[in-house]
């Protein structure tokens, strides 16, 4: 699932906006993405003191290869939702940062409850879900804002970006319902439906208008 949303962010943004823009956001989110989970493994910021297991496949420095890749899939996505939504270039950033990170309140959970990583100290934690760390939440939204910056100096808004936001549709409606119904994570289905909602409901309004 993660290679696949991977495959499909890096082709639509190069089939929208050229392979400059393709490589430049792949160097963002893959290699920024890796380069701040090797930091966080390794010194435990900014998501706090971590391990993956070794049920993800291979690592590198202790991150498994496919945890740089979820950072692109979802970080095109919001940030082409963002584009859509608002106006400003600073809320814009806002929005895409607040978008992304919010994918983290279903991941995290969902990702803990299958034995893939394990925080050392997850407290204080937010009602719940006791077993993840509210500082895991600041550190993604911190890394999200970077990212969102460096995206919008070669990201402009295209006509062609439908089928990137039905994948972000996709994955916030997808995701409410199975932490709701299928997972046991009812918590993790609040949370995530609110904080994931305040890109994704404007998002669908927009579309619906139009």
Excluded: C
């Amino acid at each position: 699932m993660v290679v696949l949303g991977f495959a499909f962010s890096v082709a639509h943004a190069w089939a929208t906006r050229g392979p400059r823009t393709a490589a430049w956001l792949v160097a963002v989110t893959a290699g920024g993405g890796y380069a701040v989970e090797a930091l966080g493994v390794a010194t435990g910021f900014p998501f706090g003191a971590y391990a993956y297991s070794g049920a993800l496949g291979p690592k590198l420095a202790g991150v498994p290869l496919v945890i740089p890749l979820a950072w692109t899939w979802m970080a095109w996505p919001a940030w082409l939702a963002a584009l859509r939504v608002a106006r400003r270039t600073v809320s814009r950033v806002a929005l895409g940062a607040v978008g992304l990170a919010a994918w983290d309140l279903f991941l995290d959970p969902q990702m803990v409850a299958e034995g893939y990583w394990t925080w050392s100290d997850p407290h204080p934690a937010l009602p719940g879900v006791p077993d993840v760390p509210i500082g895991n939440y600041l550190g993604w939204l911190a890394v999200a804002l970077l990212m969102m910056i460096a995206l919008q100096a070669v990201a402009p808004s295209k006509a062609r970006d439908g089928p990137s936001h039905t994948l972000y549709l996709w994955t916030y409606a997808s995701s409410v319902l199975a932490h709701a119904a299928f997972l046991g994570l009812p918590a993790s289905a609040g949370w995530g439906a609110a904080g994931m909602g305040v890109l994704a409901i404007p998002l669908a309004v927009s579309l619906w208008r139009r």
